[in-house]
């Protein structure tokens, strides 16, 4: 998966638990995206980052917050989980000039 | 707003045929054009790319046409093979940070 690891695999959580999902590459490259997965509905951008410190909304941000205080790490936040947050989540990677998008192999989260 | 349409859902082929894979998109802004292949468990993996400058790109077995007056491409898997079962995605993006809009995905199953 590119340099890309994510942590944890999976994890079960209760409503109104809180987690953070780790996303770390070993590549050195400049943005960082976080999406999540859904049956029939492909993958929907939630926040991303364009370099260590910086951090913009997606498509579908509302419930998350983020941050990349280090460059090779970008950190997905929830705060009150909800059964709606029940999704594979994946993370990519970009180096800054070039499009291809490498994606890490995905947390998979159930919020009962 | 969906503004990727792909289909069809799912699609079965025998070995050796030709799958085709469509998608529509609504942005004219949108000047990038990847394809994904996802294995199960597995995080989605570039299969080949597009931009509107050109009609068409090959890449072995793999082949996007693009109709940019229709605002749609597609994926062509030439000598389909039953290691090519996967769960493929259309994405369109632009910009210097390269959003991705993904479409929802189509399921193939290439049968021996």
């Known amino acids: 998966n590119a340099g890309v690891t994510q942590t944890p695999k999976f994890r079960v959580l209760k409503t109104g638990q809180s987690m953070t999902l780790l996303c770390a590459q070993d590549?050195?490259?400049?943005?960082m995206y976080w999406y999540r997965q859904d049956p029939g509905m492909g993958l929907r951008l939630i926040h991303y980052?364009?370099?260590?410190?910086?951090?913009a909304k997606g498509e579908v941000p509302d419930g998350y917050n983020v941050s990349r205080l280090k460059k090779q790490n970008f950190l997905l936040g929830l705060e009150s989980a909800a059964p709606s947050q029940t999704s594979v989540y994946f993370c990519a990677i970009r180096r800054d000039g070039e499009e291809t998008q490498y994606f890490g192999p995905g947390t998979r989260l159930l919020v009962l | 707003q969906q503004q990727v349409k792909q289909s069809p859902q799912s699609l079965i082929v025998q070995k050796g045929g030709i799958p085709i894979i469509n998608c529509a998109y609504e942005?004219?802004?949108?000047?990038?054009f990847p394809w994904y292949q996802q294995f199960p468990g597995k995080g989605p993996a570039l299969l080949i790319a597009?931009?509107?400058?050109?009609s068409e790109k090959k890449e072995g077995r793999f082949t996007i046409s693009f109709n940019k007056s229709a605002k749609q491409f597609s994926l062509h898997i030439m000598d389909s093979q039953p290691g090519d079962s996967a769960t493929y995605f259309c994405?369109?993006?632009?910009?210097?940070?390269?959003?991705?809009?993904f479409g929802a995905g189509t399921r193939l199953a290439v049968h021996p």
């Open positions: 597009i931009r509107p400058d050109v």
């Open positions: 942005n004219t802004a949108f000047d990038y």
């Open positions: 590549m050195n490259h400049e943005y």
């Open positions: 980052s364009v370099g260590e410190g910086t951090t």
């Open positions: 994405a369109a993006g632009s910009g210097g940070y390269n959003k991705l809009i």
